[in-house]
C-alpha cells in the first residue's frame, strides 16, 4: 500500500501564496487517482481538488477554482497543490488522499489512504 507525506504548510498573509507537497512512498502514484482535502476546526473534512490516475483531468471545489492548481511529478512520486490568493477562508489543515480507482473522487469515503495533514493559515 501506498505511505502518503504532506509538506509546505505554513503561515501568510491575506493574498500570499503557498505550494503543498504530498510525497508517496510504497506504490507509485500513477496506480492512484489522487486528492487533496481540508478540514477547518469545528467543520468537516472537504474536497479541495483530485486528479484522475492518468493525470490527464483534475476537478476543484468552487471555493478554490482559479485559484488553486493540482499537480503530480510521477518521476518524483510527488503531488502538489499551488496555492494563490489565498484568504482567511482557506486556513485549514491540508491531507493528501489516494484511491484505487481511475476517477476523482469528491468524497472523503472514497479514498483509503491518506496523510498526516499539514497545518495552512491565511492571516487577513
Known amino acids: 500500500q501506498v505511505q502518503l507525506v504532506e509538506s509546505g504548510g505554513g503561515l501568510v498573509q491575506a493574498g500570499g501564496s503557498l505550494r503543498l507537497s504530498c510525497a508517496a512512498s510504497g506504490r507509485t502514484l500513477s496506480n492512484y487517482a489522487m486528492g487533496w482535502f481540508r478540514q477547518a476546526p469545528g467543520k468537516e473534512r472537504e474536497f479541495v481538488a483530485g486528479?484522475?490516475?492518468?493525470?490527464?483531468?483534475?476537478y476543484y471545489a468552487d471555493s478554490v477554482k482559479g485559484r488553486f492548481t493540482i499537480s503530480r511529478d510521477t518521476g518524483k512520486n510527488t503531488m502538489y497543490l499551488q496555492m494563490n490568493s489565498l484568504q482567511p477562508g482557506d486556513t485549514a489543515v491540508y491531507y493528501c488522499a489516494a484511491r484505487n480507482r481511475r476517477g476523482i473522487g469528491i468524497s472523503r469515503w472514497d479514498y483509503n489512504y491518506w496523510g498526516q495533514g499539514t497545518q495552512v493559515t491565511a492571516s487577513s
Open positions: 486528479i484522475n490516475r492518468s493525470g490527464d483531468d483534475t
